[in-house]
């Protein structure tokens, strides 16, 4: 069956912090990871990634996967109150499907 | 102009009961999906449809039955409700044409369930 991980559960920072949040995966015929940010509603999608070792950013967020290693790192710099969600990581394979990790509760106090 | 609508937000109802929730998407997308999110927060997905037709059929009680009118809409009836149903019901959609990969996907503002 399909697997994501994601570590830590939970993490508390300070404003300005940098953080890294991991995620594991095992999907049959992988072929996506994507990158999601959910705070008080509908997750609302950040990145995706089909080729290893090319980093995506977007502003302070960016993100890399190993298809070696099967990960993928989303990196936060100078982090502000407003990134205080949960971050969810989903991988997919050949198929229609995503499979969700339970998500990494990000809180930024100020 | 909201891309992908869900209704209603909240429903509150009594074991036993049968509703409904709606969901459109005006992406132009092939494909929709139901997930449901428990209260750890966890996703799991239900069903999905790629242009109206069942490409996706979870391990979910057969009280529940989606149906898609068409490829913008997707709708989910759950018959006999029970305590367990409680949950967030979220509604997305894939630009995803075919098999092959998986694609994005955008959530809709979801349907949070209460059964007493």
């Known amino acids: 069956e399909d697997k994501v991980v994601q570590s830590p559960l939970s993490l508390v920072v300070h404003e300005g912090d940098t953080v890294t949040l991991n995620c594991s995966y095992e999907?049959?015929?992988?072929?996506?990871l994507l990158w999601y940010k959910q705070e008080k509603k509908a997750p609302t999608f950040l990145f995706m990634l089909?080729?290893?070792?090319i980093e995506k950013k977007s502003g302070r967020l960016s993100s890399i996967l190993d298809k070696k290693e099967l990960f993928s790192i989303l990196n936060i710099t100078a982090t502000q109150t407003g990134d205080s969600a949960i971050y969810l990581c989903?991988?997919?394979?050949?198929?229609?499907?995503?499979?969700f990790g339970k998500g990494t509760l990000l809180t930024v106090n100020p | 102009d909201t891309a992908v609508s869900q209704t209603p937000k909240y429903l509150v109802t009594q074991m036993g009961n049968d509703k409904s929730i709606k969901c459109e998407q005006n992406l132009g997308h092939d494909t929709m999906y139901w997930y449901k999110q428990d209260s750890k927060k966890f996703l799991k997905i239900m069903f999905s449809y790629n242009n109206k037709e069942l490409i996706i059929n979870e391990t979910v009680p057969n009280r529940f039955s989606p149906k898609s009118p068409d490829k913008a809409h997707l709708n989910l009836h759950i018959n006999s409700l029970e305590l367990g149903d409680s949950a967030v019901y979220f509604c997305a959609s894939s630009p995803q044409r075919g098999a092959g990969g998986s694609r994005e996907q955008y959530f809709g503002p979801g349907t949070r369930l209460t059964v007493t």
């Open positions: 089909t080729s290893s070792g």
């Open positions: 989903a991988a997919g394979g050949s198929n229609y499907k995503l499979t």
């Open positions: 999907v049959t015929n992988f072929r996506s």
